[in-house]
């Protein structure tokens, strides 16, 4: 641990850190723009320039210097001072003055630093250089005379998206960045350049001209788009989010997020539900919130079934869960029929930021970067960082990195092919992961399980078995008991009177015709179609909720906007029902109803990862038939947010349908 | 505008390199560059087998070769790199050309000694035969190209035409030299000043002159 001195201050610092690290810890702040924490180092904006002793007599690159022993560094000297202010010079000389028409402007960090650290007026008056527009998708938009060349977004495309899609191509003043022939980025993380960008080269598409930081709302939530519950922040002015962006957490998503998560939020004022409707005649009527609820009292006897969708949070599941006061709950709307006796073995063990330790991984039936695009991300980082191997069972699919595929037969699980066994052998951390889909497989589960228990993937410290689930409501379903034995179809068959859908899209709703179906929902889906009574609810950013990811993690996010129209949080809503129906809730507020949820399921009451311990149940292993496909067809449009909204609707005609959009002429 | 050369991508291109593929003389080259390097490194290659990629569209265009997307892609391909990082190569080096050129590609040094020594009168020599620069002469014949120093200094001024190097040039010489190459004959390659061989001084030496034909130490004298 060598010791060193930063303007005057001694401290010791973790072997191997920078200079520039070695500053941060003394609490000096450093400029730079082309140094991120989580990328490899470039070097290449000089930004970060300090001076040291001992070393040559000029100042040097804080970010690409190791910290040694005895060092003296100095952050205040008047020669840092002058060197800032000449590469703050050097770089607004191509940088255009177009702040006021630029969507980074106030979260700029050319702006602020040139304000902390630049000399004030220009001394240039030669013409500046101009660089055409490039083509990065439907996500990104790139006004790239004002890059600096910082090359973070091509580092991101290549050690975390996995996509050698962006590049620099030309040299000295003619160097430009761009993707591959213009050509959109295929990758579903795209939509983080933006963030790395440290200028407004590279901006938000759809949220272009929206908004300036300092006008908008900014609220914590947790990200429903899929299971693996991102950290986001939604910045929302008067009743819209306009965006979401991630917050940095290390267990879950870093500081990604995918472009579903950022991007679906224009879903959330379309085809919105905002008032109560009925089916009179086989049509849909808008009518009062009192007339729904008798509507359903009419069908009324004293219990229902309740099958949620797949981004419900807990306290609409609890107080659904409640209000049917019956067995018949289910979670698993495509009709998967998994046992659910140990919740640890449905769940993704190892944790997310844990897979990274991973050295071989099993990957079966999970097309992982559709399913959970920042668990990919970690196995990607696995494999290129720390030289783990993948093996998958499955159809063939690009996962962007290299993967030893096995066939897409399930006997593979059943009896290990030589390869894998081999690499097995050796493994000190091994782990399985098995799709949420491959589950539909009969014996899959068990089978799985049993090769855990042959290779030891669960052992000291390590707990190498994952079931990857993604929807963002599953886990949270599953403490709540939202598992019907035999599945859906034996749900339906019980042909309840009576039947509450939250937000259920994907469920096969002929199973459901003798059965008054109540859709509580957001969205004018597929649920709503089929409905009897539609209550309308509040979608993830209007209401304060738990939510529990494919980990086990229970977090909380909170509410950005209100509901639009007549619509009502969910959990308000079965408490007014409770009322008509005369089982009034034991709650009246959105505490007391956390307090009553954590009495019944003590870990939805605490924040953090819930301890499921191990247990196995006992599954027949045998196995056999091959993964047909998998489920995420179309990543952008996986549930009814992102099917209203008309980005993802974009990226996926463009992304996935290969449909070419012609740029409008200017 | 400072943007860098426009690589045409157009459907045509592409239906005439899109089956582009090493020859056995090339495919031989290849694999002995790819060789030099250890295993899962063959990457490092890429440079002299985008050269060699050239050099092959130049035997079938019979002109000194360029890199259409295709063949970038399928050198590419070749090393099992992705397209972008092969893409930045080629962009990056000047002498991997993106758009086609003619039969001899003369690249004309203008850099500070060879201007200093006349490099705007080999560019008048260029222009009277017909050459303009950054394109091509209707006949195919010769694409003038004004590049940076390469380290022809001594012999000032000069030029590159295809693998040759052409010094101590004048509007005369560099005319002459342009007309041979137009009549289907190679000049002397070199310097073009009668009794100089390489980059000697010129006239005998002027300094260390007792040194010419023997051993001697000068430190008695200073």
């Known amino acids: ?323 049917a006061g019956s067995a018949m709950l289910e979670g698993r709307q495509t009709g998967l029929t998994y046992d659910t006796s140990s919740l640890s073995a449905v769940n993704f063990n190892t944790t997310i930021a844990g897979v990274e330790n991973a050295d071989v991984i099993l990957l079966v039936g999970s097309d992982l970067r559709r399913e959970a695009a920042l668990v990919n991300t970690r196995v990607q980082k696995a494999v290129r960082k720390k030289g783990a191997k993948v093996f998958a069972i499955g159809p063939v699919t690009d996962l962007t990195y290299k993967v030893e595929w096995l066939g897409d037969d399930l006997s593979a699980l059943a009896k290990t092919p030589k390869a894998l066994a081999d690499a097995l052998k050796t493994a000190e951390r091994p782990a399985i992961i098995v799709g949420g889909g491959a589950l539909r497989y009969e014996g899959v589960h068990g089978a799985a399980l049993a090769f855990a228990k042959k290779y030891k993937l669960v052992r000291e410290g390590w707990n190498g078995f994952n079931v990857l689930h993604f929807a963002a409501a599953r886990m949270g379903g599953l403490m709540l008991g939202y598992a019907y034995d035999g599945g859906i179809k034996a749900l339906a068959a019980k042909a309840p009177k009576l039947a509450f859908f939250l937000g259920a899209d994907e469920v096969d709703y002929s199973l459901f015709a003798k059965t008054l179906k109540v859709y509580v929902g957001h969205h004018g889906d597929q649920g709503a179609r089929h409905a009897d009574v539609i209550l309308p609810g509040a979608a993830y950013s209007e209401k304060s909720g738990t939510y529990v990811n494919l980990e086990g993690r229970v977090q909380r996010g909170e509410r950005a906007v209100f509901p639009p129209g007549d619509a009502r949080e969910d959990w308000a809503i079965f408490r007014a029902l409770s009322d008509v129906l005369g089982k009034r809730l034991p709650f009246d507020s959105l505490d007391a109803l956390r307090a009553e949820m954590a009495k019944a399921v003590p870990a939805l009451g605490v924040e953090g990862l819930a301890n499921y311990g191990w247990s196995e149940p006992k599954l027949s292993a045998t196995v056999s038939g091959k993964i047909a496909d998998y489920p995420v067809k179309d990543f952008y449009l996986t549930n009814a947010i992102c099917r209203a909204s008309e980005t993802m609707q974009r990226c996926s005609a463009e992304l996935v349908h290969g449909e070419e959009f012609l740029e409008a002429a200017e | 505008m400072a943007d860098a050369a426009h690589i045409p991508d157009e459907a045509e291109t592409r239906a005439k390199w899109g089956n582009f593929a090493f020859s056995p003389d090339t495919k031989k080259k290849a694999d002995i560059y790819i060789g030099r390097y250890p295993a899962g490194r063959q990457q490092s290659a890429v440079m002299a087998l985008l050269d060699l990629a050239q050099r092959q569209v130049g035997e079938e265009t019979k002109t000194q070769g360029w890199l259409p997307v295709p063949v970038i892609e399928y050198v590419a391909q070749y090393l099992g790199m992705p397209y972008m990082r092969a893409y930045e190569v080629a962009t990056f080096y000047t002498m991997y050309n993106l758009a086609p050129v003619g039969r001899y590609h003369v690249q004309v040094c203008g850099t500070t000694p060879c201007m200093l020594r006349g490099s705007d009168d080999i560019m008048a020599a260029c222009k009277n035969r017909g050459l303009v620069k950054g394109a091509t002469t209707p006949d195919g014949l010769f694409t003038l190209t004004e590049v940076e120093c390469m380290g022809n200094c001594s012999s000032a001024p000069m030029v590159q035409i295809n693998d040759d190097n052409y010094e101590d040039l004048d509007y005369d010489s560099m005319t002459a030299i342009l007309g041979e190459l137009a009549d289907g004959k190679q000049p002397n390659i070199g310097t073009q000043l009668p009794g100089r061989h390489t980059v000697e001084p010129y006239g005998g030496p002027t300094t260390l002159k007792a040194m010419v034909d023997k051993n001697h130490d000068y430190r008695g004298e200073w």
């Open chain 1, 1 to 323: 641990m060598p010791k060193v001195t930063v303007d005057g201050l001694e401290i010791e610092v973790p072997a191997g850190a920078t200079v520039l690290q070695a500053c941060e810890l003394a609490g000096k702040e450093i400029p730079r723009f082309c140094y991120h924490e989580r990328l490899s180092i470039a070097g290449n904006c000089r930004m970060c320039l300090v001076e040291v002793a001992p070393g040559p007599p000029k100042p040097q690159a804080s970010c690409a210097l190791p910290a040694t022993e005895g060092q003296i560094i100095k952050t205040d000297s008047p020669m840092v001072k002058k060197a800032r202010e000449g590469v703050m010079e050097f770089l607004l000389i191509n940088h255009p003055l177009d702040c006021p028409i630029c969507d980074q402007g106030g979260e700029c960090d050319l702006q602020d630093q040139s304000v902390a650290y630049g000399r004030g007026a220009s001394r240039y008056d030669e013409n500046k250089r101009a660089v055409t527009e490039k083509y990065m998708g439907p996500i990104v938009k790139t006004v790239m005379t004002r890059c600096i060349q910082c090359t973070r977004c091509v580092r991101f495309a290549e050690e975390v998206a996995g996509i050698e899609e962006i590049g620099a191509i030309g040299r000295g003043e003619n160097m430009q960045i761009t993707s591959y022939l213009e050509r959109a980025v295929t990758s579903e993380l795209s939509g983080n350049v933006v963030d790395l960008c440290p200028v407004g080269a590279l901006t938000s598409k759809p949220y272009a001209f929206e908004a300036r930081p300092w006008e908008l709302k900014k609220t914590p939530s947790i990200d429903v788009m899929d299971a693996v519950g991102t950290n986001i922040r939604l910045d929302s002015r008067g009743r819209a989010v306009l965006r979401a962006l991630p917050r940095i957490n290390d267990d879950v998503n870093e500081e990604w997020a995918s472009d579903k998560t950022r991007h679906a939020v224009d879903g959330l004022t379309h085809r919105r539900l905002d008032k109560p409707y009925v089916r009179k005649d086989g049509k849909l009527v808008a009518v009062s919130w009192a007339e729904a609820f008798d509507a359903v009292k009419a069908h009324w006897l004293g219990e229902a079934a309740v099958l949620a969708g797949d981004q419900v949070d807990c306290e609409t599941m609890f107080a659904a869960r409640a209000l």
